[in-house]
Structures are given as structure tokens and as C-alpha cells.
């Protein structure tokens, strides 16, 4: 499955999820740190995306509320609710 989700309140504008049931296939940033973006997606392949969201789910940028990390972490959080509607 692949969901698309428009982040907020990151210099990235939207976060690609590739979900093979509950496992992490892919993911791709929109926009954001280029190194950090591909670094994050290159360490979440193959995990299974509850550990993913237990991991990053909090995770702050400066004094920003969030983070690419926790925006990826509600990004999974919603496509594994959309996936369990279906």
C-alpha cells in the first residue's frame, strides 16, 4: 500500500510510505534535509512501522513541535489505520 501524507510544520512538504502489510518498504521525503531524508528512509526499510512510530514519534527539531521523524511516525500512524479500514 502507499500513502501520501502532507507534513506539518517541517521543512519537508510531504512523506511517500510504501507499507507491505506492517512492514516499511520505502519511504521518500518531499523537500526537507536531503541527507537526513534519504538517512531516515534507508533506516526504517524492513522495520515493521509500530516500532517505527514508537522510535520516532516525539522526536523535536530545534524549537519546532516536531520533526521529519515525527511526522513520519503520524504518516505511518495514519496509513496503518487507513489499512486496517480496508
Given at each position: 500500500?502507499?500513502?501520501?501524507?502532507?507534513?506539518?510544520?517541517?521543512?519537508?512538504?510531504?512523506?511517500?510510505?510504501?507499507?507491505?502489510?506492517?512492514?516499511?518498504?520505502?519511504?521518500?521525503?518531499?523537500?526537507?534535509?536531503?541527507?537526513?531524508?534519504?538517512?531516515?528512509?534507508?533506516?526504517?526499510?524492513?522495520?515493521k512501522a509500530d516500532e517505527?512510530?514508537?522510535?520516532?514519534?516525539?522526536?523535536?527539531?530545534?524549537?519546532?513541535?516536531?520533526?521529519?521523524?515525527?511526522?513520519?511516525?503520524?504518516?505511518?500512524?495514519e496509513a496503518m489505520e487507513q489499512q486496517a479500514?480496508?
Amino acid at each position: 500500500m502507499e500513502y501520501r501524507y502532507k507534513t506539518k510544520g517541517t521543512c519537508a512538504s510531504e512523506i511517500l510510505v510504501e507499507l507491505d502489510g506492517d512492514i516499511v518498504r520505502n519511504v521518500c521525503f518531499k523537500g526537507g534535509c536531503n541527507g537526513n531524508a534519504k538517512g531516515i528512509g534507508s533506516l526504517v526499510q524492513g522495520m515493521k512501522a509500530d516500532e517505527v512510530i514508537r522510535r520516532c514519534k516525539g522526536i523535536r527539531c530545534g524549537f519546532k513541535r516536531t520533526s521529519c521523524p515525527d511526522q513520519l511516525a503520524q504518516a505511518l500512524n495514519e496509513a496503518m489505520e487507513q489499512q486496517a479500514q480496508k
